[in-house]
């Protein structure tokens, strides 16, 4: 399973980018990067994955770096409503489990 | 729609006691996993259903930890001989389909249930 590493926590001004990094530097050519992120006392929710290309959707965009080494994540106009732990997955194996880091704790301060 | 639900929302049982853990996944989804977390970690892998069947249980933790899903629907997670360890929120989660490595595979996550064991 690959490793992911994030910084532990993150501030952001509200209505500014919030840009999360990650790095992957052991993935494998097939696995895809995913992103969650989980709000205080709530279960984790789908952010958006990639594998090669930048994806973008309502929620936010991914960029990955051509060597596939790292990503970051941007939410580009962060709300307070974003403050949440955010996790970069590495997705495990042909089963589709999700394997957890420490995350990254993004607070969003007015 | 209804996403997925679990139940009780809380329980709080005392060391040695039986629990039961309850996850009603998405209809219509034939994937479901278990997760655990504890306080200021993020989830564990559990268990993972395609079905009816366990497809991987390598993150049970240990004999006492065991899950069924009869009809492919919903799913109980039992815990035997608790201890004050197992005290963490065990998280549900649904997918569509199980998934082929980096196919789309969106997990939609139940509350939680939070275990204390005293």
């Known amino acids: 399973d690959a490793k992911t590493t994030q910084p532990t926590s993150m501030d952001c ?11 992957h530097s052991t993935i494998s050519g097939n696995e895809y990067v995913y ?15 990639g594998l090669k290309n930048n994806e973008t959707n309502e929620m936010a965009s991914l960029i990955i770096t051509e060597d596939r080494k790292s990503s970051t994540l941007i939410l580009p106009h962060a ?9 970069c997955i590495a997705l495990s194996g042909n089963t589709g489990k999700l394997i957890f880091g420490q995350g990254t704790t993004l607070q969003v301060k007015p | 729609g209804a996403g997925v639900s679990q139940t009780p929302s809380n329980k709080v049982t005392e060391k040695g006691k039986y629990v039961e853990l309850r996850c009603d996944p998405i209809s219509g989804h034939t994937a ?3 997760y655990r977390q504890s306080l200021g970690q993020g989830p564990e892998f559990l268990i993972y ?18 899950a069924v899903r009869p009809e492919g629907s919903v799913s109980t997670l039992k815990i035997q001989r608790t201890e004050r360890g197992d005290s963490a929120v065990y998280l549900c989660a649904s997918s569509l389909k199980g998934s082929r490595m980096g196919s789309y595979n969106e997990q939609f ?3 939680g249930t939070r275990l204390t064991v005293l």
Do not use: K
Not at chain 1, 13 to 23: D, F, I, K, Q, V
Not at chain 1, 35 to 49: A, E, K, L, M, N
Not at chain 1, 79 to 87: E, G, H, P, S
């Open chain 2, 49 to 66: 259903f395609q079905g009816t069947g366990a497809a991987d249980d390598s993150g049970l933790p240990n004999d006492r930890f065991f």
């Open chain 2, 32 to 34: 479901l996993y278990w």
């Open chain 1, 13 to 23: 001004a509200e209505g500014r980018a919030a840009n999360l990094p990650c790095n």
């Open chain 1, 79 to 87: 709300t307070l409503r974003d403050t949440a732990v955010y996790y």
């Open chain 1, 35 to 49: 992103w969650y992120r989980q709000i205080h006392s709530q279960g984790p929710q789908y952010i958006i994955h």
């Open chain 2, 109 to 111: 996550f139940g509350p």
